[in-house]
């Protein structure tokens, strides 16, 4: 679900909410398509909330995670404060207890990635990463050179889809982990660092792992998206034990096996951009 304008300010939502709540009193729109509307003014602040108005009272609310607490967006302070009864300014950070039904009444934040196609190139690059281990069945230096490059590529896309999105999915951490993974494996390869190159996948793999799932949890919502990303990651952290086993010589090397897993973590990958694509065309009535 992709806000309309990155521009969009708290004081603008404020003019159109005014417009759109006058417009759906008087019966010009009907309920489902000013609380349509109300999700696409949905703001994100510098620290990466979403914050919404409630389509009743029209005050700012901010999801922490699990649910919306009435609050004052940063920079920003309602005209009708200094009208509240001294008990609702008892508490902090401008944060004020309200009944459920109208924290409720919020919509879910979205799971906003703008360069969505980024985030599907950057599962791409793992998919085929798990293909050349699958097709090559070895670690000849032309395979394992391209795919420390394609390490480096799922991490410069990463670092892109991470602009213009939702912070809670980590994905510029995640870009930092593969570029610089993928960079120092090609390095020490290179260099005749075989055990040392080996051990920097290993590290990527349960790095990006813990990143996903981490993002996943953030997340905090029952969606097909939380799945995803949480899956993938998992798919990670097992790829990285096999291949930890495989060099300590507990489990013997099998090519196909080890493939199953980066590969199962990139198609995940492009199933979830598309799907935040597939939303996103949805919210703009596409």
Not at 67 to 81: I, L, N, S
Not at 90 to 98: H, L, V
Request: aromatic content about 12%; hydrophobic content about 45%; charged content about 20%.
């Amino acid at each position: 679900m992709e806000p309309k304008e990155d521009s969009l300010t708290f004081r603008e939502a404020d003019r159109r909410y005014a417009d759109l709540k006058r417009k759906q009193e008087t019966g010009e729109i009907e309920l489902d398509a000013f609380e349509a509307k109300l999700r696409d003014m949905m703001v994100q602040d510098d620290d990466g909330r979403w914050w919404a108005k409630s389509r009743s009272t029209g005050e700012w609310h901010f999801h922490d995670g699990s649910r919306f607490v009435k609050g004052t967006p940063p920079g920003y302070e309602q005209d009708h404060d200094t009208t509240a009864p001294p008990e609702e300014n008892n508490t902090k950070a401008g944060q004020r207890a309200q009944p459920a039904d109208q924290v409720g009444a919020q919509p879910s934040p979205p799971i906003y990635v703008k360069h969505w196609w980024a985030l599907a190139l950057g599962g791409l690059a793992l998919v085929v990463v798990g293909a050349l281990i699958a097709l090559t069945g070895s670690f000849f230096f032309g395979s394992y050179v391209l795919s420390c490059s394609l390490l480096i590529a799922n991490g410069v896309f990463a670092i892109v889809a991470s602009r213009k999105a939702d912070r809670r999915l980590l994905l510029l951490p995640q870009g930092i982990i593969s570029g610089v993974a993928g960079l120092l494996a090609l390095l020490t390869y290179a260099s005749g660092l075989l055990e040392a190159s080996f051990y920097t996948l290993i590290l990527w793999a349960f790095c990006l792992g813990i990143a996903q799932i981490t993002g996943a949890y953030r997340l905090r919502q029952k969606s097909r998206a939380l799945w995803l990303m949480m899956t993938s990651g998992a798919s990670l952290v097992t790829y990285g034990f096999y291949v930890f086993a495989v060099t300590r010589s507990v489990f013997t090397w099998s090519p196909w096996f080890e493939s199953i897993w980066p590969l199962a973590a990139g198609v995940l990958i492009v199933i979830l951009a598309f799907q935040i694509r597939d939303r996103s065309k949805s919210a703009a009535g596409e």
